[in-house]
């Protein structure tokens, strides 16, 4: 975690760690794999390729996700009060302040993207801007906040490159590219097609872990985010009837705008989802109503009450 005043969160930090150990030490194993049955160079070139895919989605997070939420950067004079926001709770948490990003949609939500610290980005909506008070607004704002400081946005991004590889390997060996050197040498006896199949399940396994794992460390660390916002601001309050109001407004809005966003979901302070159902492995958050229970512990920790 990056030195600031957040509160530091051991738990995150040793998920995080042991995220990228468990994926890197699977996506080596696709390597070796490919090395056994594909033709010569192939294990090689996919390497490189999972590598080339982890650099540029960490060179290029913040601007990804801001292109793909149709975001535009701010200025202070054409967002005042949002600067004047986030200007104060760097400030507070002595971190630098991050690019300001605004998405015209009626969603209410937001998020922070980026490398590192000096390479960030948080956005918020306008359907955000007219829903919540000033106070609230302050509450997601330290809350995403926290995500840049704690690096955990860059790890999201970075894990996320071994199920994006896992299933290239996945299509290649379902039409039989990874086989076709090795099957020649095997006369009658299938030793390819076991090497294709043998492929393709590692790759399954790889991609269903990064699945889970990057399920598992999402969902944590929005309750780590919880947990350093509010205590950064020290109004959990303000932040549990922020995270109501978003949650409560995901009904009104039209369903288009929430298919648009749903690859977003990771991202997010609150999902784009009606009906919510989050007790699920799948699900990229914590309940709400465990996010609600840590911030009512958070304020009596503070002597404060909802």
Same mark, same amino acid.
């Given at each position: 975690m990056a030195r600031t005043r957040f509160l530091p969160d051991t738990g995150l930090?040793?998920? !995080?760690?042991? #995220? !990228?150990?468990?994926?890197?030490?699977a996506f080596v194993a696709v390597v070796v794999g490919l090395m056994y049955v594909?033709?010569?160079?192939?294990?090689?070139?996919? +390497?490189?390729?999972?590598? +080339? %895919?982890?650099?540029?989605?960490?060179?290029?997070? =913040?601007?990804a996700a801001l292109r793909a939420m149709n975001a535009r950067e #701010?200025?202070?004079?054409?967002?005042?009060?949002?600067h004047g926001m986030i200007d104060r709770l760097c400030a507070m948490a002595d971190m630098p302040k991050p690019r300001v990003a605004i998405a015209d949609t009626p969603l209410p939500n937001a998020f922070a993207t980026g490398r590192s610290p000096s390479h960030s980005a948080v956005c918020v909506t306008t359907g955000i801007l007219q829903? @919540?008070?000033? /106070?609230? @607004? /302050? +509450?997601?704002?330290?809350?995403?906040l926290s995500h840049v400081a704690h690096r955990d946005v860059l790890v999201m991004t970075v894990a996320a490159s071994a199920g994006i590889v896992a299933g290239m390997v996945t299509r290649g060996a379902q039409f039989g590219m990874l086989g076709m050197g090795r099957s020649r040498n095997n006369d009658?006896?299938?030793?390819?097609? %076991? +090497? #294709?199949?043998?492929v393709l399940v590692i790759s399954l396994v790889v991609y269903a872990i990064s699945f889970l794992l990057l399920r598992l460390l999402s969902r944590y660390r929005e309750?780590?985010? =919880?947990? &350093?916002?509010?205590?950064?601001? *020290?109004?959990?309050?303000?932040?549990?009837?922020?995270?109501?109001?978003?949650?409560?407004? !995901?009904?009104?809005?039209?369903?288009? =705008?929430?298919?648009?966003? *749903?690859? !977003?979901? &990771?991202?997010?302070i609150a999902p784009a989802?009606?009906?919510?159902?989050?007790?699920?492995?799948?699900?990229?958050?914590?309940?709400?109503? *465990?996010?609600?229970?840590q911030?009512?512990?958070? &304020?009596?920790?503070?002597? *404060?009450?909802?």
């Open positions: 930090t040793v998920r !995080m760690t042991t #995220v !990228m150990f468990l994926l890197g030490a594909a033709p010569p160079g192939w294990a090689v070139i996919i +390497g490189l390729a999972g590598i +080339g %895919i982890a650099f540029y989605q960490w060179w290029n997070s =913040d601007r #701010v200025t202070p004079e054409q967002a005042p009060e949002l829903t @919540l008070t000033a /106070e609230e @607004l /302050e +509450g997601v704002l330290a809350h995403e009658n006896n299938g030793g390819g097609a %076991i +090497g #294709v199949v043998a309750l780590a985010a =919880d947990r &350093a916002g509010a205590y950064l601001t *020290q109004k959990p309050n303000a932040l549990a009837n922020a995270l109501t109001k978003v949650s409560g407004q !995901m009904n009104a809005v039209p369903e288009r =705008d929430l298919r648009a966003a *749903q690859p !977003m979901n &990771a991202l997010f989802i009606r009906g919510l159902t989050l007790g699920t492995l799948s699900a990229t958050h914590p309940p709400l109503e *465990q996010r609600l229970d911030l009512a512990k958070i &304020a009596a920790n503070l002597g *404060q009450t909802r």
